[in-house]
């Protein structure tokens, strides 16, 4: 079957849709084009875009595949990012970035070095709310792995700073003394990134089951790509890479298997680019109103 296209007018019909496995989406791109891909993969644990028998085998020969055929379409210098939980599964847990890991570890073996992928950043994910358990510590974070294809990448700090906590501090003593220590532009957003995720009343919430907010593929791109680049994400979902894309001029491709996400993309996507999107703002999280009833202790309570 032909996969079905969506292009999108925007940077000259540049944003393209395919409702299709990601692996016939890839066949059709050349090497060395794309300057960045960032995903989500299923975690192959029963979602309802998952097959019932889809285990961690299944997870390993996916993603094996995906990332071969993603390293090859990254130009030099371009990064892979690749956000990535937990497979649970009869209570035990399984970290997806250790097998992504090991995935591109041994995938580089065959590579020459030039385009072999290098692990920079193991960026923690960190939200405040979700589900809370009884029998373990409540999970209230994941990960995103950032690679580059060979060494040579840029990375544009400025573009993502954010504020510092103290901005008013100074220099005690030394040459400097006096001046302010903190950058003016903010502070380096660090490896922990606090940025609430997508539950039932978040502005962005869409009916995908499992939506990653904006905010991520937002920083990913303003740090590693340049407007114009080529941005990709191969397990598109609800589109919150391809919305961050053209909220960034940025071009972009990305492939959803199931038909009710691409609309949702689609929809999405025509909203980035007439602005009345609804994005939560890559800002700090604000810290509870002690004035506020809901934030005070109840009498009853016994902690
Ligand atoms: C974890 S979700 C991505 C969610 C996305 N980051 C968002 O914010 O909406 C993974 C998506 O990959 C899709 N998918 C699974 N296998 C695929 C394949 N072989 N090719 C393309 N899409 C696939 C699923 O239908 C699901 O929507």
């Given at each position: 079957m032909k996969p079905k296209i969506h292009l999108i007018s925007f940077l000259d019909n540049d944003i393209q849709l395919f409702n299709d496995d990601c692996m016939n989406v890839f066949s059709n791109i050349p090497n060395n084009s794309i300057s960045l891909i960032v995903t989500s993969p299923p975690y192959c644990m029963g979602k309802e875009y998952e097959n019932i028998t889809d285990d961690i085998n299944s997870f390993i020969n996916l993603n094996s595949k995906v990332i071969k055929e993603s390293i090859r379409v990254l130009k030099n210098g371009g990064s892979l990012c690749w956000q990535t939980g937990f497979h649970v599964k009869n209570s035990i847990s399984i970290p997806l970035d250790i097998i992504i890991y090991n995935i591109v570890e041994k995938i580089n073996r065959e590579l020459e070095d030039k385009d072999k992928l290098i692990l920079h950043n193991r960026i923690v994910w960190t939200f405040g709310h979700g589900l809370n358990s009884e029998k373990r510590f409540s999970g209230?974070?994941?990960?995103?792995?950032?690679?580059?294809?060979?060494?040579?990448?840029?990375?544009?700090?400025?573009?993502?700073?954010?504020?510092?906590?103290?901005?008013?501090?100074?220099?005690?003593?030394?040459?400097?003394?006096?001046?302010?220590?903190?950058?003016?532009?903010?502070?380096?957003?660090?490896?922990?990134?606090?940025?609430?995720?997508?539950?039932?009343?978040?502005?962005?919430?869409?009916?995908?089951?499992?939506?990653?907010?904006?905010?991520?593929?937002?920083?990913?791109?303003?740090?590693?790509?340049?407007?114009?680049?080529?941005?990709?994400?191969?397990?598109?979902?609800?589109?919150?890479?391809?919305?961050?894309?053209?909220?960034?001029?940025?071009?972009?491709?990305?492939?959803?298997?199931?038909?009710?996400?691409i609309e949702i993309c689609k929809e999405r996507i025509e909203k980035a680019i007439d602005g009345s999107i609804l994005v939560r703002p890559d800002v700090p999280v604000s810290e509870p109103d002690l004035k506020q009833k809901v934030a005070q202790k109840p009498k009853e309570f016994k902690w």
């Amino acid at each position: 079957m032909k996969p079905k296209i969506h292009l999108i007018s925007f940077l000259d019909n540049d944003i393209q849709l395919f409702n299709d496995d990601c692996m016939n989406v890839f066949s059709n791109i050349p090497n060395n084009s794309i300057s960045l891909i960032v995903t989500s993969p299923p975690y192959c644990m029963g979602k309802e875009y998952e097959n019932i028998t889809d285990d961690i085998n299944s997870f390993i020969n996916l993603n094996s595949k995906v990332i071969k055929e993603s390293i090859r379409v990254l130009k030099n210098g371009g990064s892979l990012c690749w956000q990535t939980g937990f497979h649970v599964k009869n209570s035990i847990s399984i970290p997806l970035d250790i097998i992504i890991y090991n995935i591109v570890e041994k995938i580089n073996r065959e590579l020459e070095d030039k385009d072999k992928l290098i692990l920079h950043n193991r960026i923690v994910w960190t939200f405040g709310h979700g589900l809370n358990s009884e029998k373990r510590f409540s999970g209230r974070y994941e990960t995103i792995l950032w690679f580059t294809k060979g060494n040579e990448y840029s990375f544009d700090l400025d573009s993502i700073r954010i504020p510092q906590k103290y901005p008013g501090k100074k220099y005690s003593r030394g040459k400097k003394a006096g001046e302010y220590s903190g950058n003016p532009l903010g502070k380096n957003p660090s490896d922990v990134w606090d940025i609430p995720n997508v539950k039932a009343n978040h502005v962005e919430k869409t009916s995908h089951p499992c939506q990653f907010p904006v905010a991520i593929p937002q920083r990913l791109i303003k740090a590693l790509t340049k407007p114009g680049d080529w941005v990709m994400d191969p397990f598109l979902g609800s589109g919150t890479t391809a919305v961050a894309a053209v909220l960034e001029k940025r071009r972009f491709i990305g492939s959803e298997i199931k038909k009710e996400y691409i609309e949702i993309c689609k929809e999405r996507i025509e909203k980035a680019i007439d602005g009345s999107i609804l994005v939560r703002p890559d800002v700090p999280v604000s810290e509870p109103d002690l004035k506020q009833k809901v934030a005070q202790k109840p009498k009853e309570f016994k902690w």
